[in-house]
């Protein structure tokens, strides 16, 4: 997601993840996974633990990025 992630003006709609794992407040993450009956896919699902509203203070959560 870190591609679609507009820096200047975040756009949330296309990328939730990402902000998620980089907000200031995120110190914890969660993993976990599941296999269908006949052990031929595996689903992960990750979920990270933040605080506050998205969209009105992705700003002042989401650091600036570094150039590179």
């Given at each position: 997601?870190?591609?679609?992630?507009?820096?200047?003006?975040?756009?949330?709609?296309?990328?939730?993840?990402?902000?998620?794992?980089?907000w200031k407040s995120s110190t914890k993450m969660g993993v976990g996974?599941?296999?269908?009956?006949?052990?031929?896919?595996?689903?992960?699902?990750?979920?990270?633990?933040?605080?506050?509203?998205?969209?009105?203070?992705?700003?002042?959560?989401?650091?600036?990025?570094?150039?590179?």
């Amino acid at each position: 997601e870190v591609t679609y992630y507009n820096w200047k003006e975040p756009d949330l709609s296309v990328t939730n993840a990402f902000p998620k794992i980089i907000w200031k407040s995120s110190t914890k993450m969660g993993v976990g996974r599941a296999f269908t009956s006949d052990n031929r896919t595996m689903y992960i699902v990750i979920t990270y633990d933040w605080e506050g509203d998205m969209q009105e203070s992705a700003k002042e959560n989401v650091p600036l990025r570094c150039k590179d």
